[in-house]
């Protein structure tokens, strides 16, 4: 929910202007009107300062940068070049050119290698494995075979670099590790100028008055924060009212919820917050979204490893505000993964192990000729769709008036009283007749708002003609919206199947399942199939779950997503 904000309105000597923000800050809940950029050359500079803590940061928490990886790529590239040059040995390549002796080398099948070479001309038998044998031929050379090209360097000049580059990669990595006890210092100086800079532009977003002598402040803080903060602005060098914050004020919105829906607070800043005087749409997001990520998952095997992920997110100092999110979309996946029957791409309905009440709570067979499955996903939507258009009408009436939505009223009496009377004909909770003529007296009404009294101060002929280009934009448009709700059986029906792919191929290595090569080649497919398989359903499940949210949702819901956030002065 949108927490109540209220208006306070400082005047007070230019002179205090510093006293009066530090106090400010030190009371923690005052959002002072102020610009959300730099001004000038120095609040620049203090961002620009702020940009440069935050990437030194990463970097230190990363533990690796770009000049770490090119180091460990150079290493291997070390080994590479080593492993390459073992099977000629080692020599002493510039003694050996410098008495103007050449070398020849070769690589031959130990069944091609000819005896008489070495009686011919000086050679060096260096490696023989695998059915090959590695020779090097000084001076002159008889061997009827094509030579290979001369090593870049012998074997002790390569290990010697790979030496240098280890004491090279071990220096850098002490150096990183110094620079993480720096990491408080830093995170502090970060805090320290984030402040600065909120003040500063705090300080800059006064107006000025009376020749430069007064300036006038405007700021918001929590309704609940009334009493303490009359107390503390009573103790201040200033004159201050304050008033209940409204729309025209923008006030800055702080989102109050429990615990739970808490968590997807990050998903409605993705879009942006409410208007003050639009609904939080966070509560909906928490339940559709996670209902419709576990139904894009589909695999309560998925789901447990979510579960698993959540909880090592703990430990991880940079994503442990994450772990939360994940944990609950993990309990999601699983509980959905059950109903939808599949365990890492196993269709667990067709055990005959698994308990019969279990086995009743699962989704299978079809409705009408078509999946039980997908006429659930678009049952969700119209649900949803029909939600959304029932928050509109809440609060189009509550900041327009009824008079004054008419229109969104006539609309959600149509759609979501037809779909209720449609779900009263299947169950036949009522007679045909009386149902008949509920549905006539249902459209008349409806109709009445859509066409005639959408805006009851214009002309009746603008009205049925801004009615008829309203009425073609809904149907078309609604009907996009509903069949949109088919990924969610679309995405977790490919998951599950992709799942089950992996498991036959896996399972085509076992040939007549004794043990042996068989099984490790077995356990590798499984780990890597489901592990890929894992993150393209993440990927789905969080993208259009999201877009189902954002578009579909919001837009028959009227959100807009316009206000800005609540931002305290703080030390």
Partial sequence: MIEKMTRYDFILLSGNKDSFLDKLSELGVMDITRSSKPVDAESEQMLARMDALKAEIRRIEKGSDSHLTGLQDERRYLDKELSAAAVWGDYDRQKLHSL????????????????????????????????????????????????????????????????????????????????????????????TTASRLNMYLAAAGGESAADNCLLVYEGFAPETEKERLA?????????????????????????????????????TDMYGRPDYNEFDPTPYISVFFLLFFAMCMGDAGYGLLLIIGGFLLK????????????????????????????????????LPWIPAWLKSVMITGTIAGFEAQMVLALAI???????????????????????????????????????????????????APVLRWVLIGLGVVSALGIFLFNDIKRNPLKNIGAGLWETYNTVTGLLGDVLSYLRLYALG??????????????AMTLGDGSFGIGWLVFVVILVIGHALNLAMCCLGAFVHPLRLNFLEFFKNSGYDGKGRTYSPLSK
């Fill in 315 to 350: 430990k991880v100092e940079s994503l442990k505000n994450l772990a939360p999110l994940v944990t609950i979309l993990g309990c999601g996946t699983l509980v959905v993964g059950i109903v939808m029957h599949t365990f890492f791409g196993v269709d667990i309905a067709a």
């Fill in 231 to 267: 107390q503390a602005f009573n103790q201040l060098d200033c004159y201050w009212t304050e008033s209940a914050a409204t729309v025209e004020d923008n006030p800055p919105i702080k989102l109050k919820n429990n615990k739970f829906v808490k968590q997807f607070e990050l998903l």
């Fill in 493 to 506: 029906l490919a998951g599950g199947m992709l799942g089950k792919a992996f498991n036959d191929i896996a």
């Fill in 100 to 191: 103007g002796l050449p070398l020849h080398f070769y690589c031959v099948p130990e069944k091609k290698f000819d005896i008489a070479w070495a009686e011919a001309c000086l050679l060096q038998e260096t490696a023989r494995e695998k059915g090959k044998v590695w020779f090097v031929v000084i001076g002159e050379t008889a061997v009827s075979a094509t030579p290979l090209p001369e090593p870049v360097r012998p074997v002790s000049e390569i290990e010697r670099a790979i030496l240098l580059k280890d004491k090279e990669i071990e220096h850098y990595r002490k150096e990183l590790e110094k620079l993480k006890e720096q990491l408080p210092a830093l995170q502090d100086e970060l805090a």
């Fill in 381 to 431: 939507g119209v649900v949803h769709l029909c939600l959304a258009m029932v928050v509109k009408t809440v609060y189009a009436t509550k900041n327009k008036g009824f008079l004054g939505s008419l229109s969104v009223w006539g609309w959600t009496l149509l759609i979501v009283g037809g779909v209720v009377l449609g779900v009263v004909a299947m169950v036949g909770l009522i007679p």
